[in-house]
């Protein structure tokens, strides 16, 4: 490998694709590694990059001194264990959300990371943050421009049936539509903000996966209440007969912003006759790879990531307590690690 290269292991190619090709493009990083259950599957694309060799196991990729990132993009019930692994490893690791599944695993994943004292970064793809349209949402909230936050709303409109029925998500012990698809939001919620709830309320349903193979709750409906007054109302819709949408309503004292079908804009005006002002900017990033390059920046240049890694421990604390919520069918406090 070439001097001052950082070398990258990726592991599992459904989405881990996408990391590959987003490493193989920039200048600073070697793959190393392509991992994946299906050995046909990382020799196509070692071939179609002419990069990255074909591990044989996880332990090949962690026992590699010229490895210096794990990038994660296995099944969801494998990151807890990859990512300890790797951070003991002595590995910077970048993984596909969720970072993990419960409470538990949230405190042993952050007592690895921290034994490195901020050394190795940790950062989970939360690729809704790189949409320049939430980058400009979050700065016109910074700025004051829409004023104090009262409520925010989030439908994560999944539309894709077939992948909880007939797909790996079936077959994972207690799958999550919220740590699934519902993370998404609230991280939204909580980046945009900068505020953490501390009580959450949820309930959901099974209604449209029963008679199929998948064993969940594919509808739930949380609602969260912050010390500053803010209520959030988050929903992982997975069942619905709609296209693939994420639905998201902000509301300020001085502005409303509005995201859905009908595209984004922003209210600023109680007026019923005042329209209000589209935002032309892109609701999705370019690619699913878009939060890798500031992360290997990050690595090269050592800046401190330990706020932003514990901003991905907050996320996964938030969504368990709505998935207790949802079980237990009371309030439940957000244990924050």
């Known amino acids: 490998m070439k001097k001052n290269r950082l070398g990258v292991a990726v ?7 996408q990391h590959a090709h987003t490493y193989a493009a920039i200048d600073q990083c070697e793959l190393v590694w392509l991992y994946d259950l299906d050995t046909n599957k990382s020799a196509h694309l070692s071939k179609e990059l002419r990069a990255g ?11 590699d001194p010229t490895v210096q990132i794990v990038s994660i993009a296995s099944y969801d019930d494998d990151h807890f264990e990859q990512v300890v692994a790797a951070l003991n490893a002595g590995k910077h690791v970048f993984v596909e959300k969720p970072l993990c599944r419960t409470h538990d695993e949230v ?3 952050k007592q690895a990371w921290a034994k490195h004292d901020g050394r190795l970064k940790l950062s989970t793809n939360l690729v809704l943050r790189a949409a320049p349209m939430y980058r400009w949402l ?5 700025a004051g421009h829409l004023g104090k936050a009262y409520a925010f709303d989030g439908d994560y409109l999944y539309g ?26 609230i991280d939204l919620m909580l980046w945009i903000t900068s505020e953490l709830p501390r009580q959450i309320s949820a309930v959901g349903n099974r209604i449209c996966t029963t008679g199929t193979d998948f064993r969940f709750q594919d509808y739930v409906t949380a609602m969260m209440q912050f010390r500053s007054g803010l209520v959030g109302r988050i929903t992982a819709n997975f069942g619905c007969v709609h296209q693939h949408q994420h639905v998201i309503r902000l509301f300020g004292t001085k502005a409303t912003f509005l995201y859905d079908d009908a595209g984004a804009r922003l209210h600023i005006s109680r007026d ?3 329209p209000s ?16 390059p500031p992360f290997v920046s990050a690595i090269l240049n050592e800046e401190n990531l330990d706020q932003h890694t514990q901003t991905m421990f907050d996320v996964i ?14 309030t439940v406090e957000v244990q924050y690690t």
């Open 11 to 17: 592991v599992g190619l459904g989405v881990g694709e």
């Open 53 to 63: 060799a074909v591990a044989n196991s996880f332990e090949q990729i962690l026992h």
């Open 107 to 109: 405190i042993t994943i």
């Open 138 to 142: 979050k700065q016109e909230y910074d």
């Open 160 to 185: 894709r049936l077939e992948k909880i029925t007939q797909g790996w998500r079936k077959d994972v012990d207690d799958y999550s539509v919220m740590l699934g698809g519902g993370v998404h939001l």
């Open 272 to 274: 019923p006759s005042a």
């Open 277 to 292: 002002e589209p935002i032309s900017f892109s609701p999705l990033p370019k690619s699913k790879g878009d939060l890798i």
């Open 317 to 330: 604390s938030v969504c368990v307590a709505c998935d207790q919520a949802t079980q237990s069918g009371q």
